[in-house]
């Protein structure tokens, strides 16, 4: 009897094992950022669409969330690590180029589906007399979060632009929110952010700045610049060139720019099964995310399917693309 009581216990035990849930982690970044309120509300519709028990992370951006992607999936517990990830930032860690995995690369991530354009913003007022990026010379400036893709970025247009961040009157390196305080408050006069438009945090400085009597500026970066070609032939297919209507920071003029994209990656090690049904949550479940954050409104399925025929390093999970070619958006 006692035989047969420790079998039927084993065999619930192995019952309750199969029938769990994978665990489904997505780090996100920096409060008052898009990729902050995009895994949030990713990792509820994968929740309430019962796919995985998922959760999201707060993490300092794309490099700490490649990282954990990359070091705490485990498939033996069936936790998987997605991140949320600038395209920039994605084909850096795959390759090596990026220091920090130029022993260890991250060549594990497999794209899900395309989110949206990331903007660079480069963030000053009307009244700060910055109008080219030659003018931080001499001014307070945050390049963003350490280690962060906002800050490498930044450093890539600083150079481009020939302008030394040791030429600022005060270098800080603050993540987005505590970056937009800090112009709003009059600590700093300019800051970098790598985002999605608009960023709820630079619309928030814009009003506070409104209410002070001050106006919002972005500093351009033209097509033809030498910033812009810097940056254009580092990233070929991966940053481009664009314009920000005045309308969404309340601007004085239309700012031309460049943006880089943002992807969904998971590991390889993840089950087609998996991939396929969190793909699948995400486009059943547009309008919830479209709901939750403004930027998603660009993750649709030609999207995602311009970048597959893009062919770029990077590959697509096999369970993505088994969704993708079940609807219709690529052969």
Not at 8 to 35: H, Y
Not at 70 to 83: F, H, I, K, L, V
Not at 285 to 313: H, V
Request: proline fraction near 5%; glycine fraction near 10%; charge should be positive.
């Amino acid at each position: 009897m006692r035989q047969i009581f420790i079998c039927v216990v084993l065999a619930l035990w192995a019952g309750l094992g199969m029938a769990q849930k994978p665990r489904v982690v997505i780090p996100t970044g920096s409060t008052g950022g898009v990729f902050f309120f995009y895994g949030q509300a990713v990792a509820k519709l994968l929740s309430e669409s019962g796919v995985a028990d998922a959760t999201a992370q707060q993490t300092g951006g794309s490099y700490d969330n490649l990282l954990l992607l990359r070091d705490r999936t485990d498939p033996g517990a069936n936790t998987y690590y997605c991140a949320l990830t600038t395209t920039d930032a994605a084909l850096v860690t795959y390759n090596g180029s990026e220091p920090r995995f130029k022993d260890r690369k991250a060549d594990n991530q497999r794209i899900l589906f395309y989110m949206y354009p990331s903007l660079i913003h480069i963030v000053t007022t009307e009244q700060s007399g910055i109008k080219v990026l030659q003018d931080l010379k001499g001014k307070r400036v945050s390049t963003g979060q350490p280690g962060s893709s906002t800050e490498n970025l930044a450093l890539l247009v600083l150079q481009g632009a020939g302008v030394e961040p040791s030429s600022f009157a005060k270098r800080e390196r603050l993540p987005a929110a505590e970056s937009a305080q800090a112009l709003g408050e009059g600590t700093i006069d300019a800051y970098f952010w790598v985002g999605g438009v608009p960023t709820s945090s630079v619309v928030d400085v814009g009003q506070t700045l409104a209410r002070s009597g001050k106006r919002l500026r972005l500093v351009p970066v033209t097509a033809n610049s030498t910033t812009a070609q810097l940056l254009l032939k580092r990233f070929p297919g991966i940053l481009s060139t664009g314009t920000v209507p005045k309308s969404v920071y309340n601007t004085l003029n239309d700012t031309p720019a460049l943006f880089t994209g943002n992807v969904f990656v998971c590991p390889k090690e993840m089950p087609d099964e998996l991939a396929y049904g969190i793909t699948k949550a995400v486009f059943n479940g547009l309008q919830t995310l479209q709901t939750a954050t403004a930027a998603a409104r660009d993750t649709t399925l030609e999207a995602s399917a311009k970048l597959y025929n893009a062919k770029t390093l990077i590959p697509f999970h096999p369970g993505a693309l088994r969704y993708l070619k079940e609807v219709g958006a690529i052969k």
